[in-house]
Nanobody, 116 residues
Framework: VQLQASGGGLVQPGGSPRLSCAASGNTFSFNVMGWYRQTPGNERELVATITSGGSTNVADYAVGRFAISRDNAKNTVYLQMYRLKPEDTGVYYC???????????WGQGTQVTVSS
């Protein structure tokens, strides 16, 4: 499975970028796709996940500011981010896994820098 993320870069505070991650190859039919991030000095943490059936799990800090969605026909997951803050700066990683989340694949990460 290959995961190709896009949409990161330099964003002004208050900006609302959207990240995309397309999965290709031998993907799991029933799967979970998600976004995680690693901010400077911190461990990687969950942002949000979404199953192929559409169920979502969103980290408390992300509720109301980050929205996850997917297009199953394109094997693509999106992360719409709103009202970004400098502390949202970090590397955002995409993950594709089976429902148990014991078998997983990670994308290479996309840098999001929130700065004026």
């Amino acid at each position: 499975v290959q995961l190709q993320a896009s949409g990161g870069g330099l964003v002004q505070p208050g900006g609302s970028p959207r990240l995309s991650c397309a999965a290709s190859g031998n993907t799991f039919s029933f799967n979970v796709m998600g976004w995680y991030r690693q901010t400077p000095g911190n461990e990687r943490e969950l942002v949000a996940t979404i199953t192929s059936g559409g169920s979502t799990n969103v980290a408390d800090y992300a509720v109301g500011r980050f929205a996850i969605s997917r297009d199953n026909a394109k094997n693509t997951v999106y992360l719409q981010m709103y009202r970004l803050k400098p502390e949202d700066t970090g590397v955002y990683y995409c993950k594709h896994s089976d429902y148990s989340q014991r078998n997983e694949y990670w994308g290479q990460g996309t840098q999001v820098t929130v700065s004026s």
